[in-house]
């Protein structure tokens, strides 16, 4: 292996080293009292989903999950009780120890309310 190539390996282990916290995929939409799919990937041992109002991440969360496990998967959320308008961010804890978030969803009213 050349001297380059060495420290490009390097470059490259110490960006993935540094980029270790699990990804929550941003629902497309949340509607109160129906059901939503959270997704997750690139976890590292148990995974803890929570959801906090607006984007505050110092907040306590408004509703957290049971413990889920698996590198990558989803969780069903049924139904999404939360009252219509509110804005939400859905937050993931792993064994990495670095939370990470979603972006922020607005959770719309059922139709016919
Ligand atoms: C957090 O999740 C986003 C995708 O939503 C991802 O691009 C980013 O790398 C993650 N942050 C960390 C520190 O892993």
Known sequence: MT?????????AALVVAAVNAATVITPTS????????????????????SVLQGKDTSQKPIKTFPEQDGASGS????????KPN???????????????Y???VTVMPAVGE
Do not use: H, M, R
């Open 102 to 104: 979603s972006s922020q």
């Open 75 to 82: 969780l069903l959320w049924a139904p999404v009780d939360i």
């Open 86 to 100: 509110t804005e939400v961010t859905i937050q993931i804890n792993d064994g990495s120890g670095t939370p990470n």
């Open 3 to 11: 001297t380059s190539s060495f420290k490009f390996l390097s470059l």
């Open 30 to 49: 949340l509607t109160a009292c129906q059901n939503a799919n959270i997704a997750w990937s690139g976890a590292q041992g148990k995974v803890y989903l």
